[in-house]
């Protein structure tokens, strides 16, 4: 019909986007909050129920089961940022890693896949497999009520703060292009704090190795730099656009 070809076209002209494969309860979680990000997403998902659901929100999405490559094909993964699997079970996760990885070696080869295990002893596969980051939600969950025992102010500012957003603050990661009004000057160089009103919890150099965490005012920022903030959604955004997003060319 016409809302689903509209919905192709668009995932047809996405890039950079994310492709989650699975809208049970930990996926449906997971698109919720990209969504309120408005960052571009495409879910992955075989059951009719679940693809009405997503169609009547207007998110773009695929049927199909994500070990086939057509279906991957279709959600546009040769041009995607990231792959998120929340699939049921580990022997699929790792099949799907596997083809995912056999059909972006080439076309997108830095594609992150995040995968999800239902067993910690099966972590080894999927990163074997090609996976970036494996996550196993039974031991963020169990890590989760360790820290409120032990931590509760720790974690009642992580919560009221950072997960639901009081205060207006969020915490974000910028890339520094080449070219971009930062890259090459320090923060007290560029009047950073005054500039853009948020605060740089680390910076991450390309390689990735290590965070520089809470730099001081001498350390310049490089193009290829992730910086880490903390700060008002609205200047985060300028900083994003305004310093660290090279110049167009006129």
């Known amino acids: 019909n016409f809302r689903e070809r509209r919905l192709a076209r668009m995932i047809d002209r996405m890039e950079d986007h994310l492709i989650i494969c699975g809208f049970g309860r930990i996926g449906r979680r997971i698109v919720q909050d990209i969504d309120r990000a408005e960052q571009p997403l495409v879910v992955v998902e075989e059951q009719e129920e679940r693809l009405e659901e997503l169609r009547e929100e207007q998110i773009p999405c695929v049927k199909g089961d994500a070990r086939e490559e057509d279906t991957l094909h279709d959600a546009g993964i040769e041009r995607a940022q990231s792959l998120l699997l929340t699939l049921p079970e580990d022997a699929t996760t790792v099949f799907v890693t596997l083809t995912a990885r056999e059909l972006t070696q080439e076309a997108n080869p830095d594609l992150f896949i995040i995968a999800r295990t239902n067993d910690h002893r099966n972590r080894a596969k999927l990163l074997t497999a090609g996976a970036s980051k494996v996550i196993a939600p039974l031991e963020v969950g169990a890590d989760r009520m360790a820290q409120v025992v032990m931590r509760p102010n720790v974690d009642q500012f992580m ?92």
């Open 159 to 250: 919560e009221e703060v950072l997960r639901t957003g009081a205060l207006g603050l969020q915490m974000d990661e910028v890339h520094v292009q080449n070219g971009a009004p930062l890259a090459g000057r320090s923060l007290a160089e560029s009047n950073f704090r005054q500039q853009f009103e948020t605060v740089v919890v680390g910076v991450i150099e390309p390689d990735g190795d290590d965070m520089n965490f809470n730099p001081g005012a001498d350390v310049k920022i490089q193009a290829g730099d992730i910086l880490v903030v903390l700060g008002n959604p609205e200047m985060i955004r300028r900083l994003k656009f305004e310093g660290c997003t090279a110049p167009k060319e006129a």
